[in-house]
């Protein structure tokens, strides 16, 4: 199992851009969590979905952030109009089912917004 | 709201000293709590939990409701253990992880 993969690893926008992070959970995970930390900071959770649902958004800007997991494909977290502030490390974690509730993270996306 | 504070940014100590990492926490409910590792160039991963009560590669963590902590303690530090920890709840119900901002031991020679 080669276990939760983000790409990409590093992006750079423009401010105005958009940006659109992936994560493919590990094998057989239906559940997915997204997490920013900023320089400094701890991980903050953003969101939670489970196959073609938002569980949990409690975490997200009202504007410009969104996140979705399709039925097949990877989860896609999408920020419009990136401004400097969206500058920091996106991580990606997933989990097995209800049984299991240790989440397994990814290597994280660095955005850096110019 | 619930909250995790991790007082030391940093923390040094030299090999086979004993180590403790501080976490303190504030959730009204009953909360899980974690302790995660980031070993460089690693992704983060989840060292232990408290209601396993377990101990990993050496280190333990207790829950103490009434000063609301959860440091985690080591004997004797070796090298490899010098990363970035994390502390986190999870409140009851909820799914989310609070994370608190992270501790780096270095552990030297």
């Known amino acids: 199992n080669a276990g939760v993969m983000q790409n990409p690893r590093h992006l750079v926008r423009r401010r105005g851009q958009e940006a659109r992070l992936r994560c493919s959970p590990m094998?057989?995970?239906?559940?997915v969590y997204w997490y920013r930390q900023l320089p400094e900071e701890g991980l903050k959770f953003m969101v939670y979905?489970?196959?073609?649902?938002?569980?949990?958004e409690s975490g997200m800007p009202k504007e410009r952030f969104s996140a979705e997991f399709p039925k097949e494909g990877p989860s896609i977290l999408r920020i419009q109009q990136v401004v400097r502030g969206d500058s920091a490390a996106y991580f990606c974690?997933?989990?097995?089912?209800?049984?299991?509730?240790?989440?397994?993270f990814g290597p994280g996306t660095r955005l850096t917004v110019l | 709201a619930q909250r995790v504070t991790q007082p030391e940014k940093l923390l040094s100590v030299f090999k086979g000293a004993p180590v403790e990492l501080k976490c303190n926490y504030s959730?009204?409910?009953?909360?899980?709590l974690f302790w995660y590792v980031q070993y460089s160039r690693q992704r983060l991963q989840l060292l232990l939990r408290?209601?396993s009560r377990e101990s990993i590669k050496g280190f333990t963590a207790d829950l103490n409701k009434g000063e609301t902590s959860f440091h985690l303690k080591k004997p004797f530090a070796q090298e490899e253990d010098s990363a970035m920890y994390y502390c986190?709840?999870?409140?009851?119900?909820?799914?989310?992880?609070?994370f608190g901002k992270g501790t780096k031991l270095t552990v030297n020679p």
């Open positions: 959730y009204s409910g009953s909360p899980e």
């Open positions: 986190a709840l999870k409140p009851g119900g909820s799914e989310k992880l609070v």
């Open positions: 408290h209601i």
């Open positions: 979905l489970q196959k073609e649902n938002i569980i949990d």
């Open positions: 094998k057989g995970h239906s559940h």
């Open positions: 974690a997933s989990r097995l089912d209800r049984g299991a509730d240790t989440q397994y």
